[in-house]
């Protein structure tokens, strides 16, 4: 009887410590309703490796970046998902400002994350990690590019010699025949067109994939289209069409070619500048 009455003891002790090991405690979201997503803590890493790029100068702006992928499912069942979009300025000196979501997620049900903040001085050398939740700018010293190695010294030049036989004619450079088994490429000019107010040039690249070199028996032909606009020197919008991973499209819109206001890059005034030395910077957040 003892014996007995021992062991359902030593069960019940068992089943309870068993039973805190398994627990996992959710804090959901204030004022979350019943199934909707619930709070979680994240966090944002990035490298403090950054080097001095040489900013574009003259060619302010303000746009917001939008993502777009659709796919389509042998059952002719379409997919599309629109990713974070994110915010971007760009100032006469150079300095940049983006702001897009911590961990964005394509899913319209996850917790919002908050914003990161990154803005990028290469007039002050200096790169700004705004932690918008905790109101902390996390200040990273930019390093110069790296150097190319030095050439060695060329000797005195010196005049040749005198030739007496007649110098042979150039021969034609031998052009390899396209190899069959290999990715083709053809690249053609889309001439200008206005995108967002703004004349952009455009190129498309084909890619075709020949049959067997993914398994396919048939060739995968992939499309990208390529807008660039020459004043501002970036890409307002791309396109790349693939059946393998569908059609995925970004594009600049609301572009505006205002001088951003000078506040836009640097720290605000109730945020705490601290220095970064360490490898790297380690943002926490909580998404709701």
């Not at 069960?11 to 309870?16: E, F, S």
């Not at 068993?18 to 627990?23: E, H």
């Not at 398994?215 to 390529?226: A, E, K, L």
Request: charged fraction near 15%.
């Amino acid at each position: 009887m003892i014996r007995r009455f021992a062991f359902l003891v030593a069960m019940l002790c068992l089943c309870a410590v068993l039973g805190l090991g398994q627990t996992t405690t959710v804090i959901p979201a204030q004022g979350a309703a019943a199934g909707t997503a619930s709070s979680f803590s994240g966090s944002f890493t990035t490298s403090t490796t950054q080097y001095i790029a040489p900013g574009i100068t003259g060619a302010p702006y303000s746009a917001e970046e939008v993502n777009e992928r659709v796919q389509t499912l042998a059952d002719g069942t379409h997919i599309t998902q629109t990713g974070p979009s994110q915010r971007m300025w760009r100032d006469s000196q150079g300095r940049t400002r983006t702001e897009r979501q911590m961990g964005g997620s394509l899913n319209a049900n996850a917790p919002k994350t908050p914003v990161i903040v990154e803005i990028r001085d290469p007039v002050a050398g200096c790169l700004y990690i705004l932690d918008t939740q905790g109101k902390v700018a996390h200040r990273v010293t930019m390093q110069p590019m790296p150097g190319r190695a030095a050439r060695p010294a060329m000797a005195p030049f010196q005049a040749p010699a005198a030739r007496t036989a007649p110098i042979p004619a150039p021969a034609v450079p031998f052009a390899p025949p396209a190899d069959p088994n290999r990715p083709q490429f053809q690249s053609e000019s889309l001439g200008s067109q206005l995108i967002e107010g703004v004349m952009a040039e455009g190129r498309r690249t084909t890619t075709t994939y020949p049959v067997g070199f993914q398994g396919n028996d048939r060739p995968i032909v992939s499309i990208n289209q390529t807008w660039m606009s020459t004043d501002l020197r970036l890409t307002v919008l791309s396109k790349t069409s693939d059946p393998r991973q569908g059609e995925n499209t970004t594009k600049l819109i609301n572009i505006s070619r205002i001088e951003p206001d000078p506040l836009l890059f640097m720290p605000p005034l109730d945020y705490s500048v601290v220095d970064e030395t360490g490898p790297q910077v380690t943002i926490h957040y909580t998404a709701q």
